[in-house]
């Protein structure tokens, strides 16, 4: 369920990418028009189509951005600056956040995603991750320096409810064949195996499916029947 309070404190955690990605979420409104061609998953604003280039770029800035707060956030609670229950309730606002905002994007705005049953379900799951990860830090099982590099892991996790929701879409849709576009300089053998060519949309196994899991840094796109 996205509330109120989710909303404010999505603006606040994305506001620094720029009024071009709360326009697209339908969060701020200006006098572009602002339109979502569900047949190809794609946003048209003033009659321009966003391609998927652009739409990486904003995930890749929300990734960083996230992956800077969370791993802050770890720092903070090791040197004694945060307790627990701050770090947990900020590591699930980020969580949060990253994922209505990926989930829009995949989705055409905030409100098909508010509709989105699998979106919940992730965020959800997220949360229950980190409730491990709280575990494993009370438990001191893991050093500062691992669990800073764990919480950012976290912000990675952002790019998979999005491929994944955008190719639920496209199959929805009518995507009769995918491309899965290597962008990593290291790939594993799975992202190898199925990258660089054209596949029917049902072989196409999603992102976050192969070994690299959440790190995967591929871009699936569709072709769709004319």
Known sequence: MFTAEDER???????????AL????GIRRTGQRVEFDKRRGQFVVDGRRINWRSIQQLLNRLGIKLRNDMRQITEDLFECRVDVNEWQRTMDRKITS?????????????VAAKA????????NKEKRFADGFRNDIE????????????????????????SVLEQANAVTQGANRAYRIITAKESCPGCLKYGGRWMPIAEMPPIGSQECGSHCKCVIVYEYRA
């Open 116 to 123: 989105s049953s699998a979106l919940i379900n992730r965020i």
């Open 22 to 25: 709360l326009v697209l979420l």
């Open 139 to 162: 438990r001191e099982r893991v050093s500062q320096a691992r669990a800073v590099y764990r919480a950012g892991s976290y912000a990675d996790a952002t790019r998979v409810p999005h």
């Open 98 to 110: 990253g994922h209505w905002t990926a989930g829009a994007l995949a989705l055409g705005g905030i």
């Open 9 to 19: 404190n999505l603006i606040e955690d994305v506001s620094g990418l720029g009024v």
